[in-house]
């Protein structure tokens, strides 16, 4: 048995902290035996988990106890400590930052026990904006390094160079024509046609829950047919596992949105283009992060689809920062959250019975009286399913846990959320349209 | 404009207000992903006694000859982990990684214990240096050097990482993960990982750690975030 037991109590367990806020509480130890603690630690951290290597970040530690503990006696400790304004708390697929309070109790010959407890954080700044003073003063203050730097890179440059005349003609075939061959393909053939092609996003950086707004022009230097011109829209988790050349880098899509900008088309020389499109960032959008091996990426990539001749493919990467309302209230949340295992019981079950109408009917009866609370993304694109009634209230939205597509109906036109958005609240399942693996459902209440 | 977007955003839970998906399911993290080097090190199976012994005694059995473990196999069977173990538990003793390119770091020859990471990239300089060192070494490698280790006056043990291991050590490796993931400790037999699977992982992914780690990874987040099954079927 462990000589003592250290776990955390919150003051507000469900609190979302920002800008730096200060979590307090209790540190709780439960002592089994006669102890000496050589030092009760309480902490507040973030750190990454996940595919990459863990990035973290220390806020501050604070000493809450030296001293005698006796067997069989509980201890509270309290503490307050701030947290980190950045990076905020986020979970996705392969990338996780969590912060955390710990403490740990140093005991001497004995393994030291440690209690952790995860909070919430959020920001409405990008990571620029919240990057501590001290970083910016020891920047200004770098600039006898940066120059002895300089000259040790100028030194070593030019010892590189010296080798290099040996070796040039070698690197040129190897590495350059390859190259060469790639821009010649992917950027010269295709401008030809397109010429110059620009794309313009506003705002920069967008917020969650706002709408990128983005231009795309180019013009056409001789007379030439498309395929079409899309723009595509990703969110990509890249982690880098392991070190140097034993390096792995994961990368996952997490967000992807495809628009069609411009379908099959004739050009005339000389004619130009400027095409517009809208992209509204979802309110739960993941905010763009650059932490050392661990980074979210927001991409928009061009397509020019020219037929017979190489596409031209132009990327602009972007930054998403966090949205200024957290789109969830923590009771809201943690209703979902409880309600969830049940709600993806009955989504199996929805599932599995869709050959079975005899079944499926036995399903839909059994949960009538059911509420749900869910947490949806609102798609309103429903014209391929058929609801009951196309011009009644309903709204399409996709249930990100499950990827299940729900139809909910609303009392009123004005109650249905905009596109892009979240809309959180208890639904009660009324039906399911088997071809299209959707669930009908009404929607009883939002917060 | 012509606006025909679908939208599928594959995020499994909200950003920033949401509580972690993980803690729904009695973790706090997936169990698999990369851990710190202080965590891989305590989390790690290896039994260090008889590795310990060798470097100590060996030199007092054999005067002549000074005591070299060699780990030996591929990426991803644990090689650097056995080094950090070893390093941990050898006071003074220094590991140095070689990367594929860029510069070879010195050997510290003044440290009572020489940890090699990644040998096999040593440059004929560096090696040579290696080998008149007087004290225990420890290689991890992907190229057998016992030729030249012996030639130099060292007892060489390998140990072929890549060897197939008992079911049971493959089940704790990754038991040892999911108790440091979980929240609560006592409910480890609920996500336990039997030696059935275990060896039927050995077995598919040839007794390689990270690539099963890899697997588990995903089917853990596919656990987490479609409620798929845990354990996965292999």
């Known amino acids: 048995m462990a000589a003592c037991r250290v776990t955390i109590e919150l003051d507000d367990p469900g609190k979302v902290y920002s800008d730096g806020d200060v979590v307090t509480g209790h540190v709780v130890v439960v002592s089994n035996k006669d102890v000496t603690c050589n030092g009760l630690i309480a ?49 996705g697929s392969y990338l996780n930052v969590s912060h955390l309070v710990k403490a740990r109790a140093k005991l001497s010959w004995a393994l030291d026990p440690e209690g952790k407890a995860e909070i919430r954080v959020t920001a409405s700044d990008t990571a620029a904006q919240l990057e501590p003073p001290r970083n910016q003063q020891t920047a200004k203050a770098g600039w006898f390094l940066s120059a002895i730097i300089i000259l040790i890179l100028v030194g070593a440059v030019g ?42 996003l506003e705002p920069q950086p967008v917020r969650a829950g706002e709408t990128l707004r983005g231009t795309v022009s180019f013009g056409s230097a001789r007379r030439f047919s498309i395929n079409e011109v899309r723009i595509s829209i990703e969110c990509i988790e890249q982690c880098v596992s392991g070190s140097g050349s034993n390096s792995t880098t994961h990368r996952t899509t997490v967000v992807t949105h495809e628009q069609q900008l411009l379908g099959q088309a004739e050009l005339q020389a000389g004619e130009s283009q400027s ?110 399913y058929e609801v009951p009634d196309p011009n009644d209230a309903w709204m399409e939205a996709l249930d990100e846990l499950s990827d299940v597509d729900f139809a909910v109906r609303f009392a009123a036109k004005s109650d249905v959320p905009a596109e892009g958005s979240s809309w959180r609240g208890t639904i009660r399942i009324t039906g399911y349209l088997t071809e299209d693996s959707v669930v009908v459902a009404q929607a009883l209440a939002s917060p | ?48 006694g008889p590795l310990l012994h060798y470097l100590h005694t060996t030199k007092t059995v054999t005067p002549a000859r000074v005591p070299a473990l060699q780990f030996l196999g591929d990426c991803g069977y644990g090689k650097t982990t056995n080094l950090l173990v070893l390093e941990s538990l050898l006071p003074g003793a220094r590991r140095v990684y070689y990367p594929e390119t860029g510069p070879r770091p010195k050997l510290p020859l ?37 030729a030249c280790l012996v030639q130099n006056g060292f007892a060489v043990w390998t140990i072929d990482v890549a060897q197939s291991k008992p079911s049971h050590v493959v089940a704790d490796a990754l038991n040892r993960r999911i108790a440091a993931s979980l929240l609560d400790v006592e409910t480890l037999p609920t996500y336990r990982i039997e030696d059935a699977l275990a060896g039927r992982l050995n077995e598919r992914f040839s007794g390689n750690l990270r690539r099963m780690e890899a697997f588990l990874y995903d089917a853990f987040q596919s656990y987490v975030s479609e409620s798929s099954a845990w354990p996965p079927v292999v």
């Open chain 1, 275 to 384: 095409l517009e499109f809208e992209f509204a960032v979802p309110n739960h959008a993941p905010p763009s992060l650059d932490l050392r091996d661990n980074d979210v990426i927001w991409r928009a990539e061009l397509t020019i689809d020219i037929p017979s001749w190489p596409d031209l493919k132009q990327r602009l990467d972007f930054a998403v920062v966090p949205s200024s309302t957290p789109d969830l209230s923590d009771n809201t949340m943690a209703e979902v959250m409880q309600s969830r295992s049940w709600l993806d019981e009955v989504l199996e079950q929805l599932s599995q019975s869709a050959d079975d109408p005899e079944r499926l009917r036995l399903v839909l009866d059994a949960i009538a009286e059911n509420e749900f609370a869910v947490n949806l993304t609102v798609v309103n694109d429903y014209t391929e």
């Open chain 1, 159 to 200: 010892m590189i160079v010296m080798t290099a005349v040996f070796w040039l003609p070698l690197v040129l075939i190897v590495l350059g024509i390859p190259m060469l061959i790639v821009w010649f393909v992917r950027t010269w053939l295709p401008r030809l046609y397109t010429g110059k092609v620009e794309i313009q």
């Open chain 1, 43 to 91: 902490n507040t951290e973030w750190a990454t988990h996940g595919r990459g290597n863990v990035d973290r970040g220390e806020v501050e530690q604070a000493e809450l106890f030296r001293g005698e503990w006796s067997a069989g006696q509980t201890y509270r400790y309290p503490f307050q400590l701030p947290t980190a304004a950045w990076p905020p708390t986020y979970y």
């Open chain 2, 110 to 146: 003044d440290s009572p214990v020489l940890i090699v990471d990644e040998a096999q990239r040593m440059g004929w300089w560096r090696r040579r240096e290696m080998l008149k060192y007087h004290g225990p070494l420890v290689i991890g490698t992907h190229k057998d050097l016992t």
């Open chain 2, 1 to 48: 404009m012509i606006h025909s977007g679908e939208l599928r955003d594959r995020t499994p839970v909200a950003t920033a207000a949401s509580p972690s998906p993980y803690a729904v399911v009695g973790f706090w993290r997936n169990p698999f992903g990369e851990l710190t080097r202080d965590e891989r090190v305590r989390l790690a199976v290896v039994e260090a």
